[in-house]
C-alpha cells in the first residue's frame, strides 16, 4: 500500500504517455496498472502549502493560502492580468518575476475540440498532456506571461479557451485542418504580436494516452463524499484516472487529499 498527499501526477511523454504519482517514500509509476483493481481512501488533508490539515478549498490550498499564496493569483488563470514586466506586485513580486518574465507559448491544442491557451516554454508538451490533447501546436514565443495573455484574448474570440472533460475522456473529437486553423489564427492576431510567430514547426504534435477502455457514460469520482474507492484502473488521459465502470478520477482537482492507495 502507498500513503501520501494527492498532487498532480508528473508526466513523460513518449510513444505512450507515462504517468507518476509522487506519494510518501514512494513514486508510482501508476501507468504500469492498467487492468489493475486499485483501491483509494482518503485519510485526510494536507495544504500544499502550509501543511495544514485544514480541509482543501481551491487548487490544493487551504482557504487562506488560497487567497495569499503566490501561485494562487488570479494572473495563473488570466495570463493578461499579469504585472510583473511593469515591475508591480500582485502577492510576491520576486515569485511573479520568476514566473512571469521567460518565453511563453500561446497554442492550439485539439482535445475535445479545439482551444486556445497558454503555457511556460519550458511546460511543454507537459502542459499538453494534462489537458488530454490528442495534437497540439505552438503558435507563439513571447517573453513574458503577459504579451502571451494578450495573445490569448485576442483568439477567444475565434477559438475556445475551455476543454469540454466529458468528451475528451470519451475521446470525442472531430479532425481538423491544422494549416487552417494556424492561418486563421495568425490572421486574428495584432500586428505587434506577429513578430512572435513561430513559423520553423508548424507539424502538431501527437500525443497517446495509455487508455485500454474510454468511459462511455462519464460518472465523477467524489473521493471527499465518498470517502473510498475501488476499481479496475483501465486508462489515464489528462489528469483523470479511468476506470472499468466508467467512473473516473481528476487527480488534480483532488490536490492535497491524504490517501491510501493499494493495488491488486
Known sequence: MFSGVLKKMSTDYG????????LENDFVAIHQYLDHTIKIEMTGYECLACSSSEPIFRQGFCKKCFFENP??????????????????EDRDLEYEKKVQLQPHIVYLALSSHLKVGVTRKTQLPTRWID????????????????????????LKDYFSD????????????????WDSERNKAIDNLSNDLKPYILNENTTPLHLNFPVNQYPKKVKSLNLVKENSFLGVLKGIKGQYLIFEDDTVFNVRSNEGLKINLSMN
Open 15 to 22: 510513444q505512450s504517455i507515462g504517468y507518476y504519482l509522487d
Open 71 to 88: 501561485s494562487a493569483g488570479d494572473w495563473i488563470m488570466r495570463p493578461e492580468l499579469s504585472t510583473a514586466h511593469l515591475n508591480i
Open 131 to 154: 489537458q488530454g490533447a490528442h495534437e497540439a501546436l505552438a503558435i507563439l514565443e513571447v517573453p513574458n506571461r503577459y504579451l502571451a495573455g494578450v495573445g490569448e484574448v485576442a
Open 162 to 177: 475551455k476543454t469540454n472533460w466529458r468528451k475528451m475522456l470519451q475521446n470525442e473529437a472531430d479532425p481538423i485542418d
